[in-house]
């Protein structure tokens, strides 16, 4: 079963919302309208939340996380992700804040703390350290990330195209299976 609760945390769906039979999304997580969360992808709120805003993607393969609070982090970190985001095959997002219109790049990974600003490209196999900030506007590959360049117009035009091409295509799973 795809979506479960857990200690009575039943994830919340926005509308439109398509979820891959293979994908589990369980406990404290919110989905918002028109997302899309793609074949042996674990959404794992378990311990902490995860929020992650509409018309965000994210694909096959990947981990999303939290860090609990315990007494080495009394807060833990809840994992947040804006609207319009992709998240590339195979990305591990742990504990982190990611902005709005952002592309995290396959195979990447983002740690605990770490806060991704609106507008960047995450180039892939990239790591983020935990705790970094990743400024908006910009292109970051590597591992550790580093900055490479500012983002072309065109570059910054992909978000809403990419963004609304996942939406497109759940479009077509969730009629498809209808």
Known sequence: MAIRSFQGQQPRLGQRVFIDPSAVVLGDVELGD???VWPCTVIRGDMHSIRIGARSSVQDGSVLHITH???FNPEGFALSIGEEVTIGHKVLLHGCTLGNRILVGMGSIVMDGAVIEDQVILGAGSL????KRLKSG???MGSPAREVRRLSDREIE????????????KD????ENR
């Not at 992909?158 to 295509?169: G, K």
């Not at 077509?172 to 009629?175: E, G, N, T």
Request: one cysteine or more; glycine letters at 6%.
């Open 172 to 175: 077509q799973h969730l009629a």
């Open 69 to 71: 609070a315990g007494p």
């Open 34 to 36: 028109d997302c899309s």
């Open 138 to 140: 910009h292109l970051y």
């Open 128 to 131: 983020v350290p935990a705790g």
């Open 158 to 169: 992909f978000f809403n195209y990419t963004a609304a091409n996942y939406v497109r295509l």
